[in-house]
Structure formats: structure tokens, C-alpha cells
């Protein structure tokens, strides 16, 4: 069965650069979330989409941006990276318009920022 | 600021031993809750979705159970194999929406 696929696996990037993570939801699945997991840490909730449009916000920096596009597929632009951003950037996707679905969950991008 | 808590934070048991860990969460502030297996190197997968007071779910050897007024949940592994080592994350929906707050997670090995 298709499962989430996220773009790049692994990332390196010097500080004040940018980056951007790319996730491909399951096909039929209308909504897409953005998770962060810092070393030690669980998983931050950034940002999720439905339909296009954002849905949910959370501990998302000013300096991150996200957009669904018209495939359903997200990305998620990192901006002035700064070393504290290095963590696993999990896409998730689920579907339907109601209820509290399960998420599936992608393999994760592993950003490193020097 | 909401919290959901696990403990323990990990286990060590034998293979064949039974175990359970828990998930505790404000009960104010429940929608749902979801527990996820999640193993090395692998992305989290889904293993329940609760959200009625009472709730029991159980698949092959995992079952859950919930209690929205106290604000817990229990994630039971009956007759522990090495293949089930591997971080139990639990997470709440605390409001009408689908983000979802996450514990830290039980880390489980289980010894062959």
C-alpha cells in the first residue's frame, strides 16, 4: 500500500540558510500535518492543512512557512535555519471531514543545521 | 499549558512477560486519544484511536483502555516478543481539531 513519502531523508544545511521539506500524502488522504521531534524531545505539532487551506497552527516559528498544493502535496520552507532547528521533521496525512482519524506517518526528514 | 504524560519512561521485561504503561492526560480538556508504536528507524503507526469513557480496544496482543473522567489511559502488551520493542507514544486531541499533543513515550525491550 502507498504511504507517506517525505523528500528529503537527510538534510544538511549551514546556518541562515534555507530548506525545504517536501511530504506526499497518501493518495485520497486530504489532510496533512507537520511535526518536529528535537533530540529528546516528543513531537511538536507546526502546522497542518486541509483541503489547502490551513487548519491548525501550532508551535510553527515566524520563520517556517507551509502551503498545500493543488496535488495535495506539502511543503514546508525553513528559513535562517538556526542550529536549534536540527531535529526530524515528520509529515503525516489522514482523511475524512470528521472525527479524529489516525494519522500515517511518513518516514521523516532529518535536518541537520551546522 | 497541557501536558500529556507517560510512564513509565522505559521497560525492560523477558520475553513472554506481560506489561502495561500509562498515559495520563488532563480530563477537561479531552477530544480523543491515540496511541502509536513507533520503532527505530521506522515512522509511528497507528495503533488506537479512543474516545468514548470506557473504551477498550484491543488488536492481537494490544489492547487499551480509557478512562476520560480520570483523565488515563492504559496500553496492555500480553505475552511480550522481542518484535514488539519499540517507544508507545500516547496523544490527545484537546480541543475540535485534529492537532494532536504528545507524550514523551514508553520506551519497551523486551529480552529474547
Partial sequence: AAGVIQSPRHLIKEKRETATLKCYPIPR???VYWYQQGPGQDPQFLISFYEKMQSDKGSIPDRFSAQQF???HSELNMSSLELGDSALYFC???????????QFFGPGTRLTVL | ILNVEQSPQSLHVQEGDSTNFTCSFPSSNFYALHWYRWETAKSPEALFVMTLNGDEKKKGRISATLNTKE??????????????????????NAGNNRKLIWGLG???????
Fill in chain 1, 92 to 102: 503525516a496525512s489522514s482523511s475524512g471531514t470528521g472525527g479524529f482519524p489516525e
Fill in chain 2, 71 to 92: 483523565g488515563y489511559s492504559y496500553l496492555y502488551i500480553k505475552g511480550s516478543q522481542p518484535e514488539d520493542s519499540a517507544t508507545y507514544l500516547c496523544a490527545l
Fill in chain 1, 70 to 72: 493543488s496535488d495535495y
Fill in chain 1, 29 to 31: 488522504h486530504d489532510t
Fill in chain 2, 106 to 112: 514508553t520506551s519497551l525491550a523486551v529480552n529474547p
